[in-house]
């Protein structure tokens, strides 16, 4: 009975302890957090502070978000993407941890401040149901915009908690950190993305007509 018990204490004492972090939280569908409470994280916690700007996900327009987030989903980085038919998508994450590492606020520039730098790529939009063969027609092309320098052909699966599951495939341009997303899955406060490809390629210079 003795040796049973420690050889307990010694399988408890070889387990890792479990942790917990406190994470600043504030989620709101405005451009700014105006208060921040305290979240306390899981298993395998970050604390993410964050801010998107899109109109690919209807759920999330200008939303800033801050608090915990899996490690294994939570990726700090300058995320754009200029698609077809309009739709765009910028975002900056910032992932950390240690506790309430997040406080800071994280901000994206207005879209009509991001002027063309020069470059263009193909483009295509789909957003399908997920039951749906994913659909992307060719919409000629599209102008890169800021820090936007590589080519993208995209698809994921995105869901929004219980009221969004979508297939989404595009091309158009993107920010270096968009393409590093290849193979990953990507967590901001609702929305997840799963099963992400990324096929990059250098954006091409547009052509000048004028003159």
Do not use: W
């Not at 208060?35 to 899981?42: A, D, I, P, W």
């Not at 989903?73 to 975002?91: E, F, K, P, V």
């Amino acid at each position: 009975m003795q040796k049973a018990l420690l050889s307990t204490c010694l399988l408890l004492a070889l387990l890792p302890a479990v942790t917990s972090l406190t994470c600043s939280y504030c989620q709101q569908n405005t451009t700014s957090c105006n208060s921040q409470t305290n979240e306390v994280c899981g298993s395998n916690p970050s604390c993410v502070s964050g801010a998107m700007d899109n109109n690919i996900f209807p759920q999330y327009t200008v939303t800033p978000y801050q608090g915990c987030a899996d490690s294994q989903r939570c990726h700090s980085g300058d995320y754009s993407i200029t698609s077809a038919n309009g739709r765009y998508l910028q975002m900056k994450v910032f992932c950390c941890r240690t506790e309430k590492c997040n406080k800071e606020p994280v901000y994206v520039p207005p879209r009509e401040d991001l002027s063309p730098n020069g470059l263009e790529c193909p483009a295509c939009f789909g957003l399908t149901n997920f039951a749906s063969k994913p659909i992307c027609r060719s919409h000629g092309t599209v102008s890169c915009v800021g820090n936007e320098t590589k080519c993208i052909d995209y698809s994921s699966t995105a869901k929004f908690f219980f009221r969004f599951n979508k297939q989404l495939k595009l091309k158009g341009c993107a920010t270096e950190d968009v393409c590093a997303l290849n193979g990953k899955r990507f967590s901001y406060g609702l929305l997840s993305l799963a099963k992400i490809v990324t096929k990059c390629s250098d954006a091409s210079k547009q052509i000048d007509l004028e003159g």
